[in-house]
């Protein structure tokens, strides 16, 4: 097995190109590439990597974990975070054994002596130092990710004829024992494209961050599960770390974006496109629930918002968005008509704001030309998914939201998902009420489960 024609198209016409390198002990027999962007992570990453050296040594040994350290240049970045970096590059330089800086603190450890006997293979991407900066306009998480993947496409071992595994991961998030040979087992007997794997934030640290990152979860998992509901093959989380890809997939759909949020739904929404998403549910990771204030959205921002008291946190989307969704999937998923004022008029008596989203977004032009370009009416329904992708969908129900289906209180909307779903929640809400944080809890393990 040589490097195939489609990575190396993408290598050469799409690749972050060669202003950055990995650095590392050795690239031999790697079929596996963790990449970490980290941007002032020093009291985190680590935690990080010494999850990760608890895996399997048959997988380490060939599994390369790369460090995208990562800012903008100094004069558009806080003094403190390039400082952070650069001590975070100095302790991954020790631990290659490429500085034999003094770092007692560090090197005493029982956190550096697990990841050091552990055979765990380290690389760093150095894009922090003075002239290895990420472009201001592009600074951010997405295009780190991009660095390491794109990079990760050249250290594969490509003479060992198995499927080359991207993981994507954040310096915060802790993964379980399993996490690589769950992953690699997954990916060989499925022969999936991509997968997101099971998720579960952290505990937090005090009462008010709990009852945010708790809230927060629960919104996550009420929307996939309303989309599952429905029927939408778009029904997955889309959360950074929980991301594997293979290579050949990330080459086919261009790599990485480099957005500054929302990298990851975007990512996977492309991916979905050309061969589905897999569910990985015999293996955790573990996000972090910390606040945050790098990101415009996402679960940091929320966290904060939550605390500061600023927004309605306890309320969801209407269920009857996804009752609307539901009949709009299930009738064009079976349509037979070629006329779109047709399928419109339909559309209007299903909801009238879901004409109105239709047509603003050109419903009428968009069929008319996938309909000429399909053979057979199995063609014009792919076409039609493909059209009406994650971020469509995600657009009509935030449309349905602001136009006729009102947010609903959190827990009266959990109960109706439910009962859509011919189940009901483990505890007994008043609706309009707030449970104790204990059941909320409860409710929101519940979900954990049926949502795998």
């Given at each position: 097995?040589?490097?195939?024609g ?5 290598l050469?016409n799409?690749?972050v190109?060669g202003?950055?390198?990995i650095i590392s002990?050795?690239?031999?027999g790697i079929d ?8 002032a992570?020093?009291?985190h ?5 010494a999850?990760?050296?608890k895996?399997p040594?048959a997988e380490l040994?060939r599994?390369?974990v790369?460090?995208v ?6 004069g558009?970045m806080p003094?403190d975070e390039f400082?952070?970096n650069q001590y975070?590059?100095?302790?991954l330089r020790c631990?290659?054994?490429?500085d ?8 005493q450890s029982e956190?550096?002596d697990?990841?050091r006997q552990?055979?765990?293979?380290i690389?760093?991407?150095d894009?922090?130092s003075p002239g290895l900066?990420m472009p201001v306009r592009?600074a951010?998480?997405?295009f780190?990710?991009k660095?390491?993947l ?6 594969f071992d490509y003479e060992?004829?198995?499927?080359k595994l ?6 915060d998030?802790?993964v379980?024992?399993n996490y690589l040979s769950?992953?690699r087992n997954s990916f ?6 991509t ?9 937090a640290?005090s009462a008010?961050e ?9 919104f ?11 029927g939408s093959p778009?029904?997955?989380h ?12 990330y080459a086919?759909v261009r ?6 949020a929302?990298?990851?739904f975007?990512?996977?929404d ?10 990985i549910?015999t293996?955790?990771?573990h996000?972090s629930s ?6 415009p959205?996402?679960?940091?921002k929320?966290?904060?918002?939550f605390t ?5 946190e306890?309320?969801?989307y209407?269920?009857?968005?996804f009752?609307v969704l539901?009949e709009w999937?299930?009738?064009m ?12 008029a339909?559309?209007?008596d299903m ?11 050109h419903?009428g032009?968009?069929w008319?030309?996938?309909?000429e370009?399909?053979?057979?009416m ?6 039609f998914s493909?059209?009406?992708?994650g971020f469509?969908?995600?657009k009509l129900i ?5 136009n ?5 209180d ?5 109960k109706q998902l439910m009962e859509?779903?011919?189940?009901e ?7 309009g009420?707030?449970p104790?944080?204990?059941?909320q809890m ?11």
């Amino acid at each position: 097995m040589t490097i195939s024609g489609n990575i190396d198209k993408y290598l050469t016409n799409y690749s972050v190109g060669g202003r950055w390198n990995i650095i590392s002990e050795s690239l031999d027999g790697i079929d596996n590439v963790v990449v970490i962007p980290a941007l002032a992570e020093s009291g985190h990453i680590f935690k990080t990597l010494a999850g990760l050296s608890k895996n399997p040594r048959a997988e380490l040994s060939r599994t390369l974990v790369v460090c995208v350290i990562n800012n903008a240049d100094a004069g558009n970045m806080p003094a403190d975070e390039f400082t952070d970096n650069q001590y975070t590059l100095k302790i991954l330089r020790c631990l290659i054994g490429d500085d034999e800086g003094d770092l007692p603190n560090f090197w005493q450890s029982e956190l550096f002596d697990g990841i050091r006997q552990s055979g765990l293979r380290i690389a760093y991407v150095d894009a922090s130092s003075p002239g290895l900066e990420m472009p201001v306009r592009t600074a951010g998480v997405g295009f780190a990710r991009k660095i390491g993947l794109d990079l990760a496409l050249g250290a594969f071992d490509y003479e060992n004829d198995c499927p080359k595994l991207l993981f994507s991961l954040d310096a915060d998030t802790l993964v379980e024992r399993n996490y690589l040979s769950v992953v690699r087992n997954s990916f060989e007997k499925e022969k999936a494209t991509t997968s997101v794997i099971a998720f579960a934030h952290q505990d937090a640290d005090s009462a008010d961050e709990q009852a945010a990152i708790c809230c927060y979860e629960i919104f996550l998992r009420y929307y996939v599960l309303g989309l599952r509901v429905a029927g939408s093959p778009y029904a997955f989380h889309s959360i950074g770390s929980t991301m594997v890809c293979a290579a050949e997939g990330y080459a086919a759909v261009r790599g990485m974006n480099k957005r500054r949020a929302g990298e990851d739904f975007y990512f996977l929404d492309k991916l979905a496109k050309i061969g589905g998403m897999g569910r990985i549910n015999t293996t955790t990771v573990h996000p972090s629930s910390r606040p945050s204030h790098r990101v415009p959205f996402g679960t940091g921002k929320r966290i904060i918002r939550f605390t500061e008291g600023k927004g309605s946190e306890y309320t969801l989307y209407n269920p009857r968005s996804f009752a609307v969704l539901k009949e709009w999937l299930e009738y064009m998923s079976s349509c037979r008509d070629m006329d779109p004022e047709t399928i419109l008029a339909r559309a209007r008596d299903m909801h009238p704001s879901l004409d109105v989203f239709l047509r603003v977004n050109h419903f009428g032009e968009t069929w008319r030309r996938l309909a000429e370009n399909s053979g057979d009416m199995a063609h014009l329904c792919t076409h039609f998914s493909l059209w009406f992708d994650g971020f469509k969908t995600f657009k009509l129900i935030r449309h349905l939201t602001n136009n006729g289906l009102s947010p609903v209180d959190m827990f009266t909307a959990l109960k109706q998902l439910m009962e859509m779903m011919g189940k009901e929640l483990p505890v007994e809400v008043n609706p309009g009420s707030v449970p104790p944080l204990q059941d909320q809890m409860e409710i929101l393990d519940y979900l954990r489960k049926i949502d795998r």
